[in-house]
């Protein structure tokens, strides 16, 4: 499997399709060909179409503290929106060094997600939407974040849903409370999938 084969883009997988309908067409394929084998997979990392621009960013729970997308002539823009700077780098080399010297973090929220998460009583992250990715192995569900290292495992899939909620609510700094209120989506693997479908178990 080719290492872009994997990245998803919301409920559509297909990323080189994504890339040649709104990032410049096939003539710049193999640029975002190279960035998404660079960037799939790596802690903080995610891929996502904002409107009709698909963009590379890293931060936690969908932020965009750095964004990176491919030109229309073949270079890679970088914005870093915590000093508000620009950069055009023409090869990997250069980007991979951009974002060497960058000191953001995805490991927690930035102080801007924190305030607008506290923004009218807590309501801004209550309408948030959460993503967690669900596997089954050895007896216990695993759920991940997509841009978060810390995963929660338990037997059932109901304490995995309600360990995540938690601790979003830790993150944040939110009352332990609000994690019921939170709205999670749920996206189930193959193998969770097959051990939900098992009668009695799973559940």
Request: glycine residues 8%; proline residues 4%.
């Amino acid at each position: 499997m080719r290492p872009w084969d994997h990245i998803r883009v919301g409920f559509d997988a297909n990323y080189e399709t994504i890339c040649n309908q709104f990032g410049g067409g096939w003539q710049l394929i193999d640029q975002w060909r190279e960035l998404g084998t660079q960037l799939s997979g790596r802690h903080g990392w995610h891929f996502d179409l904002h409107g009709t621009e698909p963009t590379w960013n890293f931060g936690l729970f969908g932020e965009g503290l750095l964004v990176l997308h491919v030109t229309e002539q073949g270079q890679f823009y970088c914005h870093d929106h915590t000093t508000d700077s620009d950069h055009v780098a023409n090869d990997l080399a250069q980007v991979e060094a951009w974002i060497g010297s960058r000191t953001v973090s995805a490991d927690r929220p930035s102080a801007v997600a924190l305030d607008l998460a506290q923004s009218l009583d807590w309501k801004t992250l209550t309408t948030n939407e959460f993503r967690l990715l669900v596997s089954w192995s050895n007896g216990t569900f695993t759920g991940s974040w997509p841009t978060y290292a810390d995963a929660v495992t338990a037997p059932t899939l109901q304490e995995v849903i309600d360990g995540a909620a938690a601790q979003v609510c830790v993150l944040y700094g939110a009352p332990p409370e609000l994690a019921a209120e939170l709205t999670i989506r749920v996206e189930l693997d193959p193998s969770a999938v097959t051990q939900l479908r098992q009668p009695n178990t799973g559940s």
